[in-house]
């Protein structure tokens, strides 16, 4: 919006408005482009940490496992959990040499066309596994593009453990996803690593980051026995 339909919906002056929106943007709480704002950045992110209780608890258990993964890969790392028929990324960590991912902390994916969303989704609920089935939305030409498809892929990922994402959500990106498994046997969220083909090889880090997912589940599955004990 501009500054004076902002300021006619917050009942400012729109001289205050303007001020106001001068420091949202210094904050990168709000995003200037031309004479129109947007959200921001910044706030994103308070949206994806505030969009369910237990996802603060979620990011300090996982944060360690995640700093683990970009020492020993120095690749883009990340964390989300299933949101509707997207991933909603929580937490993302990268370095100076990370790659331009359209994964943003704060963002959504459709689900369907990244790794991490079909680790979330391989041990999901099947009845969003058929909604997202007949509402694929690819990103390009290798994206999952049918129901047979996103069957094969999900239960390669039930037998391994793993997902892959081959430039199905920009060319040029690969990823490999593990699943951060409930104690019923569901799942709570997911975590994934992405670098560009000339670099990155994923099925490498497979072995790294099943075992981070295999951790953090069991430091949230401790910390679901502790709030249950009090």
């Known amino acids: 919006m501009g500054v004076s339909e902002i300021a006619r919906r917050a009942h400012l002056p729109k001289s205050t408005a303007h001020r106001l929106l001068a420091v949202l943007v210094d904050w990168d709480m709000v995003t200037k482009r031309g004479t129109e704002y947007s959200p921001g950045a910044r706030l994103n992110e308070l949206a994806a940490i505030g969009s369910k209780p237990n996802n603060h608890?979620?990011?300090?258990?996982?944060?360690?496992?995640?700093?683990?993964?970009?020492?020993?890969?120095?690749?883009?790392?990340n964390l989300g959990i299933l949101t509707g028929h997207d991933v909603l990324y929580i937490d993302k960590i990268h370095g100076h040499n990370g790659v331009n991912s359209p994964a943003c902390v704060g963002g959504r994916l459709p689900a369907a066309n990244t790794a991490i969303g079909k680790a979330?989704?391989?041990f999901g609920d099947e009845g969003v596994v058929a909604r997202i089935s007949a509402n694929l939305r690819p990103a390009t030409s290798l994206s999952v593009a049918s129901p047979a498809q996103l069957?094969?892929?999900?239960?390669?990922?039930?037998?391994?453990?793993?997902?892959?994402?081959?430039?199905?959500?920009?060319?040029?990106?690969?990823?490999?996803a593990a699943p951060v498994r409930s104690w019923?046997?569901?799942?709570?969220a997911a975590i994934s690593i992405s670098g560009p083909v000339h670099r990155f090889r994923p099925a490498d880090a497979a072995p790294a980051i099943r075992a981070a997912a295999a951790g953090i589940a069991k430091h949230v599955q401790q910390a679901t026995w502790r709030r249950a004990a009090r």
Not at 57 to 77: G, K, M, Q, S
Not at 184 to 188: E, L, M, R, T
């Open 120 to 122: 979330l989704l391989a």
């Open 184 to 188: 019923s046997g569901g799942v709570v």
């Open 151 to 176: 069957n094969r892929d999900l239960a390669a990922i039930r037998r391994y453990g793993v997902a892959y994402d081959r430039q199905e959500s920009k060319p040029g990106l690969t990823c490999v």
């Open 57 to 77: 608890e979620l990011r300090r258990v996982a944060l360690p496992h995640l700093l683990d993964l970009y020492e020993i890969t120095h690749e883009t790392v």
